[in-house]
């Protein structure tokens, strides 16, 4: 079984910062991709962020140049590093990713259950 763990959510100031992590355990074999998506109320799930195997990142207009991705092979972690965060960034944040298990012979793709980011006064 495997699953992704997100933490690093809360409530942060407008102007503030915030890391979000996600964790990936289980029977894994190897992650493809990893990423980020956020789902505001009253709108739909959008990717936030991308990062490859090979580390080539994808960002959305909206976060690029003060949201920063990145990942640990090693641990299978990847991570958000939010900056200059105003109110339009509140939303629910989900970790994505490609995986195979061991048992398995294709990339599977397995969601998070989310952590809440507030951004406000």
């Known amino acids: 079984q495997v699953q992704l763990v997100e933490s690093g959510g809360g409530l942060v100031q407008p102007g503030g910062s915030l890391r979000l992590s996600c964790a990936a355990s289980?029977?894994?074999?190897?992650?493809?991709?990893m990423a980020w998506y956020r789902q505001a109320p009253g709108k739909e799930r959008e990717l936030v962020a991308l990062i490859t195997g090979s580390g080539s990142t994808r960002y959305a207009d909206s976060v690029k140049g003060r949201f920063t991705i990145s990942r640990d092979n090693a641990k299978n972690l990847v991570y958000l590093q939010m900056n200059s965060l105003n109110s339009e960034d509140t939303a629910v944040y989900y970790c994505?990713?490609?995986?195979?298990?061991?048992?398995?012979?294709?990339?599977?793709?397995?969601w998070g259950k989310g952590t809440l980011v507030t951004v406000s006064t």
């Open positions: 994505n990713a490609g995986i195979k298990s061991l048992y398995g012979s294709a990339y599977v793709d397995y």
């Open positions: 289980g029977i894994i074999h190897s992650i493809n991709y």
